[in-house]
């Protein structure tokens, strides 16, 4: 990926500055996770919520909201846990990408009402594309370290298969049973030979829900659907799923940007 040059100057030590970047992992030179620590104690928040953080650059705040991937137990000791694309635009990511470890940062929250029900006995059918899996994730792993995990479906779609993060993670909950979930990964461009090898699903997200919800004979009456990430593919999967007899209200939707703005560079 080309960048475009970004000469801001990032401040290192702004007053505003309250958390600390304390650990990065690169999954592809788009996608990376990135753990955020509070210097003192660390906000209580609900798996679903997000938090907004930024850096200072030319003296102005530079800030975003992002999905909590970790479960609110590991706050203290290993910060909350971000799921984040690069987007090749000089904005917030393009710092973020910069920053080195041990970088001082703002954060603030929670917000959002993306969340469980309390004692939902429904299938939780999950549906994201790319960096839309984070809330899920921190779901997922709450109610498994309360001993409640919930029966799921996680539908995640993305462009290539080294994008299906946590997937790892998903699988070995699969393999032992820890988890109650199907997995279904779907990759939207099977002919890419960064693709070669692939023998799962394939097809969007929205296009490729119709037949999981008939394959796993998911009933629309005693199935709460939650849909994460790219706008365009929410509200398609939700006419979908709206076709298909669910009630607009077994269906909750976290919108990752406003529909219709897109970066031509950016796939999922
Ligand atoms: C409630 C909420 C939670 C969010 N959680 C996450 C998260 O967990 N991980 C994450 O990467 N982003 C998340 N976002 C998006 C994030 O806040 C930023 O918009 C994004 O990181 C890009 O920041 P930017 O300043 O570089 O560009 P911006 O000016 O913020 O966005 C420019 C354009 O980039 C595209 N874009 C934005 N986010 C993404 C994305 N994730 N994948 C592909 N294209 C994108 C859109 O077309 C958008 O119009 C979330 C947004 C909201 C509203």
């Not at 992002?66 to 984040?84: H, I, K």
Request: charged letters at 25%; one cysteine or more.
């Amino acid at each position: 990926m080309t960048l475009p040059d970004d000469d801001r100057v990032i401040d290192p030590d702004a007053p505003q500055y309250n958390a600390t970047l304390v650990r990065r992992v690169d999954h592809t030179e788009d996608l990376a996770t990135f753990w955020v620590r509070y210097d003192d104690e660390p906000v209580p928040f609900e798996p679903g919520q997000y938090m907004t953080t930024g850096v200072f650059a030319d003296g102005k705040l530079w800030q975003r909201p992002y999905s909590v991937a970790s479960p609110p137990r590991e706050s203290r000791d290993g910060g909350y846990e971000f799921y984040v694309r690069l987007v090749p635009i000089i904005r917030f990511t393009t710092l973020l990408w910069r920053l080195p470890l041990g970088h001082r940062m703002r954060m603030i929250g929670p917000k959002g009402k993306f969340l469980l029900e309390p004692d939902d006995r429904r299938t939780h059918l999950f549906i994201s594309t790319g960096t839309g899996i984070a809330p899920f994730m921190s779901m997922m792993r709450e109610t498994l370290a309360e001993g409640r995990p919930r029966k799921t479906v996680i539908l995640h779609g993305c462009s290539y298969v080294d994008e299906l993060g946590y997937r790892a993670e998903l699988e070995a909950w699969v393999r032992d049973g820890t988890y109650p979930v199907t997995y279904v990964p779907t990759i939207s461009r099977p002919d890419d030979p960064r693709n070669a090898g692939w023998a799962g699903r394939h097809g969007r997200a929205e296009h490729v829900v119709r037949e999981v919800c008939r394959d796993l004979r998911l009933r629309p009456d005693r199935t709460v659907v939650y849909i994460c990430g790219n706008p365009d593919m929410i509200l398609n999967a939700e006419a979908v799923l709206m076709d298909g007899g669910f009630p607009e209200f077994h269906v909750k939707k976290e919108l990752y940007w406003p529909k219709g703005k897109v970066v031509p560079a950016v796939t999922g």
